[in-house]
């Protein structure tokens, strides 16, 4: 039952974390056309946002694990993946564990990349274009 009541929870959450991407992303959409501009002020406050939530976990007890939930893996994890990537890859960093850190970003990005492209060119190939 808890692994369902924390689904409702995420999955509320990640909805205002979509909702809030798609229109902050539309009000950046005109101010360039050739550069992501909303995406990367998406990745930046999510960031900004789920580093506020580390430290308040870190220092105060009275964040709920539902609230930390929501907020974190919910909302961020709809506004933006970045955030939960670069807490993780941050967690890596505090724990001293450089090389696990270094390992993570290089594979993330290369990977991400990576698969972009093999999924682009298998397609390309399959509908011949």
């Not at 369902?4 to 990640?14: E, K, N, Q, W």
């Not at 909702?19 to 360039?32: E, I, Q």
């Not at 993570?104 to 492209?117: D, E, I, M, V």
């Given at each position: 039952?808890?692994?369902?009541?924390?689904?409702l929870i995420v999955g509320s959450a990640g909805f205002?974390?979509?909702?809030?991407?798609?229109?902050?992303?539309?009000?950046?959409?005109?101010?360039?056309?050739?550069?992501?501009?909303?995406?990367?002020?998406?990745?930046?406050?999510?960031?900004?946002?789920?580093g506020l939530l580390s430290q308040l976990?870190?220092?105060?007890?009275?964040?709920?694990?539902?609230?930390?939930?929501?907020?974190?893996?919910?909302?961020?994890?709809?506004?933006?993946?970045?955030?939960?990537?670069?807490?993780?890859?941050?967690?890596?960093?505090?724990?001293?564990?450089?090389?696990?850190?270094?390992?993570?970003?290089?594979?993330?990005?290369?990977?991400?990349?990576?698969?972009?492209?093999?999924?682009?060119?298998?397609?390309?190939?399959?509908?011949?274009?």
């Amino acid at each position: 039952m808890k692994v369902f009541t924390d689904c409702l929870i995420v999955g509320s959450a990640g909805f205002f974390g979509c909702v809030a991407r798609y229109l902050l992303t539309l009000g950046f959409r005109n101010l360039s056309l050739t550069f992501p501009l909303g995406t990367v002020a998406v990745n930046i406050l999510g960031c900004f946002v789920i580093g506020l939530l580390s430290q308040l976990v870190s220092t105060e007890h009275n964040i709920s694990p539902q609230m930390r939930l929501a907020i974190a893996v919910g909302f961020c994890g709809g506004f933006t993946t970045m955030s939960s990537f670069v807490y993780e890859m941050a967690e890596f960093m505090r724990l001293g564990e450089h090389f696990y850190a270094f390992l993570y970003f290089a594979g993330t990005l290369t990977g991400s990349f990576l698969a972009f492209y093999l999924g682009y060119f298998i397609l390309k190939a399959k509908i011949g274009g």
